[in-house]
């Protein structure tokens, strides 16, 4: 009996920790999720140091945060047409192209000091200023994992999807701060020498990243656009236009003969149409998102990964090898806590999950510059990392499941382009207000705009329903 309870309470647990889901998941779907465990581990690396490296060249802070911005700005170019036309130049391509960059981008660093070229290369080859995605791959890797996932899984999928990327940025974080370190102790050895080598470690990781991208198989490519709609769906799309059109504007609802639907298209067809369609329901769906998306990652601009690296330093003096043990254990605590949010979003909802759980990281990253002392400052930081990404995976399920499958890489690029075009413009915010000695406003605004989207999340989206296996 002990046996049947104890088995009973393994395959419980194995099921609300989505240890099945993630296991039984096809091959393409593992390695995506490894793709991102590499990228992020590059962009954790290079985001301890960025600032650092960058001060060291002699570029005051100002400059360093219009460097972060407009890093955002030039992704947001790049990630808007990408994303777009993903789907129709083929996903693992643009993949492909993403890594490639990322080799370049990380070489130019490694080789040169120059400003504007640190600056082009940061662009095209997607350095990361926040240690979080930016670039269109999460877009395409997110569309594609909805796509190989079956809807009662796919949270589950996207948990572990997002615990391995968190979980490459903690160590990332760690080995650059200990390996910089170590580094500096060698005879001859300067600063930024150290940091170039992590440059030179992320074009490694680069380069196995392509790799990983060319075993991707054909099931990652997108299916073919559904055109035979259910009867729900239709009466759906009927109220939505009956909104926005007059009475001769509105379809004919009477059913057609089999001979006269129109036909799916077929793939011939398909490759000339690159860029896809949007229908109105998603558009409406897209507009609030984006609306309250820009000011979470606004808030998120203003306290990026490498401007808390760069606060605990110049405020406490930290070492960069204890620096990255505490960004170890708060992207550690951060990744595991999103299994944690799987299991609650099956209890209570997606959207209630993504608000309950992020609305004390907010709290919490608001008071971090308060203490004057480096331990109740770390107790903080830590304790906004257990809630601070709680809400991604329920976020990316919720938003794979209101729009239509065929329309989630598009809608989800442009998603992405809206949050980091919002983001770009609190690194500027940041470096002039640690210019002017008001460093800890920027976290202050940062945790209160992030309370105020939590709120207005849920007033805006609770009760909308799925559209999984809608055709339009």
């Given at each position: 009996?002990?046996?049947?309870?104890?088995?009973?309470?393994?395959?419980?647990?194995?099921?609300?920790?989505?240890?099945?889901?993630?296991?039984?998941?096809?091959?393409?779907?593992?390695?995506?999720?490894?793709?991102?465990?590499?990228?992020?581990?590059?962009?954790?690396?290079?985001?301890?140091?960025?600032?650092?490296?960058?001060?060291?060249?002699?570029?005051?802070?100002?400059?360093?945060?219009?460097?972060?911005?407009?890093?955002?700005?030039?992704?947001?170019?790049?990630?808007?047409?990408?994303?777009?036309?993903?789907?129709?130049?083929?996903?693992?391509?643009?993949?492909?192209?993403?890594?490639?960059?990322?080799?370049?981008?990380?070489?130019?660093?490694?080789?040169?000091?120059?400003?504007?070229?640190?600056?082009?290369?940061?662009?095209?080859?997607?350095?990361?200023?926040?240690?979080?995605?930016?670039?269109?791959?999460k877009a395409i890797e997110e569309s594609t994992l909805s796509q190989l996932s079956p809807a009662e899984i796919r949270s589950d999928i996207f948990a572990w999807y997002i615990l391995l990327g968190n979980a490459g940025t903690a160590c990332g974080m760690i080995l650059c701060g200990w390996l910089v370190e170590w580094l500096q102790t060698l005879n001859g050895w300067t600063s930024s020498r150290a940091y170039r080598v992590i440059f030179g470690l992320y074009a490694f990781l680069g380069l196995l990243k392509l790799g990983l991208s060319i075993m991707l198989s054909e099931k990652c490519e997108p299916e073919p656009p559904k055109r035979e709609y259910q009867p729900v769906t239709e009466l759906d799309n009927i109220e939505t236009e009956s909104l926005l059109s007059?009475?001769?504007?509105?379809?004919?609802?009477?059913?057609?003969?089999?001979?006269?639907?129109?036909?799916?298209?077929?793939?011939?067809?398909?490759?000339?149409?690159?860029?896809?369609?949007?229908?109105?329901?998603?558009?409406?769906?897209?507009?609030?998102?984006?609306?309250?998306?820009?000011?979470?990652?606004?808030?998120?601009?203003?306290?990026?990964?490498?401007?808390?690296?760069?606060?605990?330093?110049?405020?406490?003096?930290?070492?960069?090898?204890?620096?990255?043990?505490?960004?170890?254990?708060?992207?550690?605590?951060?990744?595991?806590?999103?299994?944690?949010?799987?299991?609650?979003?099956?209890?209570?909802?997606?959207?209630?999950?993504?608000?309950?759980?992020?609305?004390?990281?907010?709290?919490?990253?608001?008071?971090?510059?308060?203490?004057?002392?480096?331990?109740?400052?770390?107790?903080?930081?830590?304790?906004?990392?257990?809630?601070?990404?709680?809400?991604?995976?329920?976020?990316?399920?919720?938003?794979?499941?209101?729009?239509?499958?065929?329309?989630?890489?598009?809608?989800?690029?442009?998603?992405?382009?809206?949050?980091?075009?919002?983001?770009?413009?609190?690194?500027?915010?940041?470096?002039?207000?640690?210019?002017?000695?008001?460093?800890?406003?920027?976290?202050?605004?940062?945790?209160?705009?992030?309370?105020?989207?939590?709120?207005?999340?849920?007033?805006?989206?609770?009760?909308?329903?799925?559209?999984?296996?809608?055709?339009?």
């Amino acid at each position: 009996m002990d046996g049947i309870s104890l088995r009973t309470s393994g395959n419980w647990l194995m099921n609300e920790l989505g240890l099945y889901s993630i296991s039984g998941s096809s091959r393409d779907s593992k390695l995506l999720c490894l793709q991102r465990f590499l990228r992020l581990f590059a962009y954790g690396a290079s985001t301890l140091i960025l600032a650092l490296y960058l001060s060291t060249l002699g570029i005051s802070d100002a400059r360093i945060g219009l460097f972060m911005s407009m890093t955002l700005w030039g992704d947001v170019v790049i990630s808007f047409f990408l994303t777009l036309l993903a789907d129709g130049l083929g996903r693992r391509r643009i993949l492909m192209l993403g890594a490639a960059l990322m080799i370049a981008s990380g070489l130019a660093f490694a080789f040169t000091d120059n400003y504007w070229v640190l600056v082009a290369a940061s662009i095209i080859g997607v350095i990361s200023p926040s240690g979080n995605e930016i670039g269109p791959f999460k877009a395409i890797e997110e569309s594609t994992l909805s796509q190989l996932s079956p809807a009662e899984i796919r949270s589950d999928i996207f948990a572990w999807y997002i615990l391995l990327g968190n979980a490459g940025t903690a160590c990332g974080m760690i080995l650059c701060g200990w390996l910089v370190e170590w580094l500096q102790t060698l005879n001859g050895w300067t600063s930024s020498r150290a940091y170039r080598v992590i440059f030179g470690l992320y074009a490694f990781l680069g380069l196995l990243k392509l790799g990983l991208s060319i075993m991707l198989s054909e099931k990652c490519e997108p299916e073919p656009p559904k055109r035979e709609y259910q009867p729900v769906t239709e009466l759906d799309n009927i109220e939505t236009e009956s909104l926005l059109s007059s009475d001769d504007d509105l379809p004919n609802t009477q059913p057609q003969p089999p001979s006269k639907l129109t036909p799916a298209p077929t793939a011939s067809k398909k490759s000339w149409s690159i860029i896809p369609s949007i229908s109105p329901t998603s558009r409406a769906i897209l507009l609030k998102l984006s609306l309250l998306f820009s000011f979470d990652s606004f808030a998120s601009g203003l306290a990026t990964s490498t401007w808390l690296t760069y606060f605990f330093i110049t405020k406490f003096s930290l070492p960069e090898g204890y620096l990255g043990t505490l960004f170890f254990t708060t992207s550690l605590i951060a990744a595991l806590s999103n299994l944690v949010a799987a299991s609650i979003s099956k209890r209570i909802g997606l959207l209630k999950t993504m608000v309950f759980t992020h609305f004390p990281s907010a709290i919490f990253l608001a008071l971090i510059p308060l203490p004057s002392t480096v331990f109740l400052a770390m107790t903080l930081l830590v304790l906004r990392a257990c809630t601070q990404n709680m809400d991604q995976a329920p976020r990316q399920a919720f938003l794979a499941a209101a729009v239509l499958p065929s329309e989630r890489t598009a809608v989800m690029g442009v998603v992405n382009v809206v949050k980091t075009l919002s983001q770009s413009g609190g690194p500027v915010m940041t470096g002039w207000l640690a210019g002017v000695k008001r460093f800890g406003v920027a976290f202050v605004v940062a945790g209160a705009l992030k309370a105020g989207y939590d709120l207005a999340m849920l007033k805006m989206f609770l009760g909308v329903r799925s559209r999984e296996g809608s055709g339009g």
